[in-house]
């Protein structure tokens, strides 16, 4: 059992920066791959960024590829989400995942736990 719980959202304007964080409980936290994915209203929860269970493998959405950055701290059972240039389209609610699976890993159906979300809005 892993419970997630995130941190760090909140209201910037288009340009500015935001860092997420989500600490998880636990002892088996690097045995999981971690995601990043967001919801806005109306739409599907969709993928935004994961990184591998040692933190030497991240893969993005070609939407924020360039400008997010996806990083974790094994030792603080925690992973976090920099965000620079956001834009907008970048407002929705945020939430981190962890999966005990090697495939599909842009799935939300392929992570097991979930944290309750933070939210993030960006102003133009």
């Known amino acids: 059992q892993v419970q997630l719980v995130e941190s760090g959202g909140g209201l910037v304007q288009a340009g500015g920066s935001l860092r997420l964080s989500c600490a998880a409980s636990g002892r088996t936290f690097s045995s999981y791959v971690m995601g990043w994915f967001r919801q806005a209203p109306g739409t599907e929860r969709e993928f935004v960024a994961r990184i591998s269970r040692s933190g030497g493998s991240t893969y993005y959405a070609d939407s924020v590829k360039g400008r997010f950055t996806v990083t974790r701290d094994n030792a603080k059972n925690t992973v976090y989400l920099q965000m620079n240039s956001l834009k907008p389209e970048d407002t929705a609610v945020y939430y981190c995942?962890?999966?005990?699976?090697?495939?599909?890993?842009?799935?939300?159906?392929?992570?097991?736990?979930w944290g309750q979300g933070t939210q993030v809005t960006v102003s133009s």
């Open positions: 995942a962890a999966s005990p699976n090697t495939y599909d890993l842009g799935k939300a159906t392929q992570y097991d736990y």
